[in-house]
């Protein structure tokens, strides 16, 4: 059974810091990986997904990484800003037997970028 | 382009009453999947559907019910609300013939048992 874990859970830092947010996973076998935003009270808002076979992704500040042989992904946010405070969420993507696709997800991490 | 809508996006249900969250893509995509989030927990698949007339359950489908009878609409049901579904109801939508593609998702319908 997949299972997906972020750490860390939560996390509070000044604006304009750079920093990772980790993301692990049981099954290596997966179609892609997914990083999501969710905002409070909102949905999720897909933010980058990296194919099983890329090394990484990029949208502007952010950066994502995927080394599916060990079951690790990082999204490494540049030059933190307080509009990225939000819960990261990460999932990775299985093609079910019957048909269409099913994401796993982690628990997510709080950020939180004060002034 | 409204994209996922959800209805509706808060409610109070009592225990043993019957409910339908509405969902429904403006998008024309294949496959739909309902998702419940729980405090501090990731998302759970509770059913999906790759096209009208086809559903197929996912990982926590006990105490739900779902029907696709057109490509637009996709709505859960329960029949006997319990406490334990208390929780965060998320709709998400798929092209079908690119995996590659991301979810998208509806906002959310918060639903409380008491």
């Known amino acids: 059974k997949q299972e997906v874990t972020q750490i860390p859970a939560a996390l509070s830092v000044p604006e304009g810091e750079n920093l990772v947010l980790n993301c692990s996973f049981t099954d290596s076998a997966i179609y892609n990986l997914q990083w999501f935003r969710q905002d409070p009270g909102k949905g999720l808002t897909s933010l980058l997904l990296?194919?099983?076979?890329?090394r990484e992704q990029t949208s502007g500040r952010l950066n994502a990484s995927l080394d599916k042989s060990s079951g690790r992904s990082t999204l490494y946010i540049a030059a933190s800003q307080p509009g990225d405070s939000a819960t990261y969420l990460c999932?990775?993507?299985?093609?079910?037997?019957?048909?269409?696709?099913?994401?796993?997800f982690g628990t997510g991490t709080q950020l939180k970028v004060e002034l | 382009n409204a994209g996922v809508t959800q209805t509706p996006k808060f409610h109070i249900l009592k225990i043993g009453q019957s409910m339908t969250l509405q969902c429904t893509q403006d998008m024309n995509h294949n496959y739909m999947y309902w998702y419940r989030q729980d405090p501090g927990m990731g998302l759970k698949l509770i059913y999906y559907?790759?096209?009208?007339?086809?559903?197929d359950k996912g990982e926590v489908p006990n105490g739900y019910n779902v029907s696709r009878s057109t490509t637009e609409d996709f709505p859960l049901r329960l029949e006997l609300a319990a406490p334990s579904q208390t929780s965060v109801y998320f709709c998400?939508?798929?092209?079908?013939?690119?995996?590659?593609?991301?979810?998208?998702f509806g906002d959310g319908t918060r639903l409380s048992i008491l």
């Open positions: 998400a939508s798929s092209p079908r013939q690119n995996s590659n593609q991301p979810q998208h």
């Open positions: 990296i194919q099983s076979s890329q």
């Open positions: 559907s790759v096209g009208a007339g086809i559903t």
């Open positions: 999932a990775v993507r299985l093609i079910l037997t019957g048909g269409g696709n099913k994401l796993t």
